[in-house]
């Protein structure tokens, strides 16, 4: 089905991340500065990453001249600062971002990596963060950090040796023959153009608290947008005809006879779960008759020859946290080895805005041939959007993305299918849009 014409656009909360560069001597404080920030925030969406994860991997000699203590890493030769401008373009456009991880003991890269994914604020520090016209860009405020030359080599020594390994000798090495000549050359400059001069560190606590509360009222602007954008996607739901990309169950007496007794409230706990299960095991069903198969012959026991299909590609599954682990017990009477992810959203009880608070997806989600998001009940929509959002972010194709839940309203079905047309919404009854989620309330017991 082409969708391309149709398709509307939406942006989570970290579409468009606010990223603010950090920048300072070596000692000055920039992390601490940077952590300072984000405790005085108190929120789950900002992020610290640090530029000495960018430096760049040795050459063999390079390193035996960086274990002498003689490789100037001081310099902004030292950093990759084509990975670093990558990365930031990922996190700016709310991709995820494969981070890389540098040891200091062994002055290398090591295989790990670190993921970053849906900041609705970024802090880079590091000394040259305020360096590259590229990543000066993609800056939404620009500090620097600036504290006494004593004061930073004081510090520096006590991280190198307490954190890194180094001798204090190799220390002092290094500060007068790249660190203390480097500043004046490369970081000094950008206090230049710095917006904000931060002098004393964490124990400049008015420059911190008005830091704070200039981001407070960007994520209140970015808040506010995003539940416009939702509003707006709504009155499109509104004006639309059900998608035919919503497949609801074939309402059987078998069906409904199911239905009478779950919207029954003198069904008993234990009869719900049951029946319940059951209904949760035909929608996993109906969900997988969409996964490709090919033709495959076989020879019976009796010695007949039978032309069947058979799967072509791994189905996984995506538990929308709490509600989608009602899910579950029907989904393994299915498909008992399937891979499982899981993702919180939780709506904002003050804006009623949802908000994406934790995510752990199965490895190479993206190869797999159909991945099925499980939520009991879609209301508005709002929750099951970001969820496909989280899944395309990730790489997953849309056409291979399955929304399985048990009660829909078509306003929220809409807006999801308004701005993923060709994903598919497996149904068993479509009922009013703003219902409340009782579904999953008498499945858990509370």
């Not at 401008?85 to 494969?98: F, N, P, S, T």
């Not at 490895?363 to 899944?391: F, T, W």
Request: glycine share 6%.
């Amino acid at each position: 089905m082409t969708s391309a014409g149709r398709k509307s656009h939406y942006s989570p909360p970290w579409g468009d991340a606010s990223i603010i560069g950090v920048a300072g001597s070596s000692g000055s404080g920039k992390t601490s500065l940077a952590l300072a920030m984000v405790a005085s925030l108190s929120l789950p969406w900002v992020v610290i990453m640090s530029m000495d994860s960018f430096y760049k991997p040795l050459t063999p000699e390079q390193s035996r001249t960086a274990f002498r203590n003689e490789f100037d890493f001081d310099s902004p030769e030292a950093i990759d600062f084509d990975l670093l401008v990558e990365r930031l373009r990922d996190i700016k456009q709310g991709k995820v971002a494969e981070v890389p991880v540098y040891s200091f003991e062994k002055h290398a890269r090591v295989e790990e990596t670190t993921t970053i994914y849906s900041p609705h604020v970024l802090i880079l520090e590091g000394i040259f963060a305020l360096h590259d016209p590229r990543v000066l860009d993609l800056l939404d405020l620009k500090i620097f950090a600036e504290a006494d030359a004593d004061l930073c080599l004081s510090r520096r020594l006590v991280r190198d040796v307490k954190e890194r390994g180094r001798d204090i000798e190799g220390c002092i090495k290094q500060w007068f023959g790249f660190v203390k000549p480097n500043f004046y050359k490369y970081v000094a400059p950008q206090r230049e153009i710095a917006d904000i001069i931060i002098p004393r560190g964490i124990e400049n606590t008015v420059a911190i608290s008005m830091v704070s509360g200039q981001i407070q009222k960007t994520l209140a602007h970015k808040s506010a947008q995003h539940q416009l954008e939702l509003t707006r996607l709504g009155k499109i739901a509104e004006d639309s005809p059900l998608s035919p990309n919503a497949l609801i169950m074939k309402q059987t007496n078998q069906v409904k006879g199911i239905h009478t007794l779950l919207m029954n409230p003198e069904t008993s706990s234990e009869d719900y779960i049951f029946y319940f299960d059951r209904m949760a095991a035909m929608l996993v069903d109906k969900a997988i008759d969409l996964l490709p198969f090919t033709p495959q012959q076989v020879t019976t026991p009796q010695g007949n020859v039978y032309m069947g299909l058979t799967r072509t590609a791994e189905v996984s599954a995506v538990v929308v946290l709490r509600g989608g682990s009602a899910f579950e017990t029907g989904l393994r009477r299915t498909i008992p080895d399937c891979r499982t992810g899981r993702i919180l959203i939780q709506t904002n009880y003050r804006t009623g805005e949802p908000e994406l608070h934790y995510r752990a997806l199965p490895g190479n989600i993206a190869q797999h041939g159909l991945i099925l998001v499980l939520d009991p009940q879609m209301s508005s929509g709002g929750a099951a959007l970001m969820a496909v959002r989280v899944l395309v972010d990730h790489g997953v194709p849309e056409d291979r993305i399955v929304f399985v839940t048990y009660l829909a309203g078509r306003v929220g079905v809409n807006r999801v299918l308004s701005v993923f047309p060709d994903v598919r919404v497996v149904v068993a009854r479509m009922g009013d849009d703003m219902e409340n989620r009782w579904v999953e309330t008498r499945y858990l017991g509370c």
